[in-house]
């Protein structure tokens, strides 16, 4: 009875391992959206965005400038006050 199921279970997994996409990949993608990227790069000046008025804003970006969606442009519109970007 098991041999019967041998080539379905043998077609079941080939299907589920071959058609998957890495783990990591899955964490590369942007969202379609205006002002991102259409694939996360580097871009080292997103934690060099000038002086700042308070200590904590210099970070937010940091964490993702090794693999980033939003571009060096885009990060510093966004921490101006009078930011035009979704307007």
């Known amino acids: 009875m098991a041999w019967k ?5 043998l077609l079941v997994y080939m299907v589920t391992t071959g058609s998957g996409r890495d783990r990591t990949d899955l964490l590369n993608v942007c969202m379609d959206a205006k002002h991102h990227k259409t694939k996360p790069g580097p871009e080292d000046k ?17 964490p993702w400038k090794k693999n980033a969606c939003c571009s060096v ?8 006050a009078d930011s035009r970007l979704y307007f």
Do not use: A, I, V
């Open 73 to 80: 442009n885009t990060s510093q519109e966004l921490h101006k």
């Open 46 to 62: 997103l934690h060099d965005q000038g002086p700042w008025k308070h200590r904590d804003s210099l970070s937010q970006c940091s």
């Open 5 to 9: 199921q041998t080539p379905l279970l």
